[in-house]
């Protein structure tokens, strides 16, 4: 039996619908390097999404490979109430560093639904302890995506993800997203007053004084298709959240570690979150570890005896590993000392403009939108009205598809076909995966115009 058959005899994939599988079997991936995946039967593929967003530094980096080789041999796990150990100090202390200065306080967890649940308990109990228990609710945006769990699904608003979950998910109040692609006002999101921020701020007035925190992902919505609105509508929402007394927290799992071009999405727009969720790039995708970052008065909100009941429960087995506090150490080293953000930004430009160079005269691309090293295409049946492909098309998955024949891992988000490379590829790899992604592109629409 091959490897292939091994798998789908038992292995259920995640995000995936397994009947694809019958005439599209999964890719076994034997090794790594870079940008490049190496399977088993020796094809190579530059994977420009990063591999789920988590590979900043690309795969099997040698200075993260080596921090991890000697942490193993000195400690593995160990229970992380009341005992610590030096890695996850100096990971703290590091982090403490770079997240924006009203931060002091992190607490660890494994995973970013994880981190993202840890935050709407946080969030919650400090309200509950604290003198505010009308706050039970939270707000988050349409088309957001926060992760999987019950809780970070509850603050989502993606179909795929959540819409079977409904009856057992909790009752959160949905703000109308950004959507500057497709502004109803008709604005610039480069030149606009944010007019669309009207919608928060009736939302607040309404349900404002029942709501403990509203989460968002900053900048740019991602699985909605990498959405990006304008920094001054975080600089908005920060001050709407201080006039009702409402948390903030601020989901970088996805933005955070140099994707958008900062080091953190929320410091394009100068503000600072009551509650940071940490996670993907924190450990170049080596290991699974998430944090939570908060501010001194959250933490102190805590304080006092067991039978008060205010202690902060949440705790994982995983939490503050060792060997994940390795690599993530490895990897924030290696970003400062290198200034592998700085870097990223010199190139980015450029490869926003090949982008508009390949795709703006293409009838069916709507928009070429971009931050960072982000790219992305939204493909759309007419370009005039910003209409989109009938869903049943699965124009995004034949697209993503075809570029594989040429070695090229998209991961397409419906019909928006995007980059999101390692901040160390080179232009030379850039181009190549350009010139797959165009044909590719061109191919499908071919077939279905």
């Not at 509950?128 to 999987?148: I, L, P, S, V, W």
């Not at 109308?176 to 999101?189: K, L, N």
């Not at 202690?311 to 994982?316: E, I, K, L, T, V």
């Amino acid at each position: 039996m091959d490897y292939v058959e091994r798998d789908l005899a038992h292995i259920w994939h995640p995000a995936s619908q397994m009947k694809d599988y019958e005439d599209f079997p999964p890719i076994i991936i034997d090794h790594a390097k870079g940008v490049k995946l190496y399977d088993v039967d020796g094809n190579e593929y530059i994977d420009i999404i990063s591999s789920w967003w988590c590979n900043i530094l690309g795969h099997c980096n040698d200075e993260v490979s080596s921090a991890l080789k000697e942490q193993v041999d000195k400690l593995d796990h160990v229970i992380f109430a009341n005992y610590s150990h030096k890695g996850i100090i100096e990971l703290a202390e590091s982090l403490n560093r770079v997240t924006p200065e009203n931060l002091t306080k992190f607490s660890f967890v494994d995973n970013g639904s994880s981190s993202v649940e840890s935050a709407l308990k946080m969030a919650f109990q400090y309200c509950q302890q604290n003198g505010k228990t009308e706050k039970k609710r939270f707000m988050c945006f349409t088309d957001a995506y926060h992760g999987e769990t019950l809780g970070s699904l509850s603050v989502g608003a993606l179909d795929d993800y959540s819409k079977v979950f409904e009856p057992i998910m909790l009752d959160t109040v949905k703000v109308e997203a950004p959507d500057c692609y497709r502004c109803p006002y008709g604005a610039d999101r480069d030149s606009c007053s944010c007019e669309c921020f009207e919608k928060a701020e009736e939302c607040f007035e309404e349900y404002g004084d029942e709501c403990c925190a509203m989460i968002i992902e900053p900048l740019v919505q991602g699985s909605a298709g990498m959405k990006i609105y304008p920094p001054l509508y975080l600089k908005k929402l920060r001050a709407l959240c201080d006039k009702h007394d409402v948390l903030l927290i601020d989901d970088e799992i996805a933005m955070g570690y140099g994707r958008t071009g900062k080091f953190f999405a929320v410091d394009h727009a100068g503000i600072s979150p009551d509650i940071m969720c940490i996670s993907k790039g924190l450990t170049n995708g080596y290991m699974s570890m998430a944090a939570v970052a908060t501010t001194e008065e959250i933490y102190n909100g805590f304080l006092g005896d067991y039978e008060s009941h205010r202690a902060f429960m949440h705790s994982h087995t995983y939490a503050g590993n060792p060997l994940a506090a390795s690599v993530a150490n490895a990897t924030l080293k290696i970003i400062e000392r290198d200034h592998i953000i700085e870097k990223a930004n010199e190139m980015a430009p450029w490869l926003n403009q090949k982008f508009h160079e390949l795709f703006d005269d293409n009838p069916n691309v709507g928009e070429v939108r971009s931050v960072g090293l982000i790219n992305a295409i939204e493909l759309v049946e007419d370009k005039e009205t910003k209409k989109a492909f009938d869903c049943s098309l699965r124009l995004g998955y034949r697209i993503y598809r075809k570029a594989l024949e040429r070695g090229l891992m998209l991961r397409p988000l419906g019909d928006v076909m995007y980059f999101n490379p390692p901040l160390v590829i080179s232009k030379e790899e850039l181009e190549e995966a350009l010139d797959i992604c165009k044909w590719a592109v061109g191919e499908v629409l071919d077939e279905i115009n």
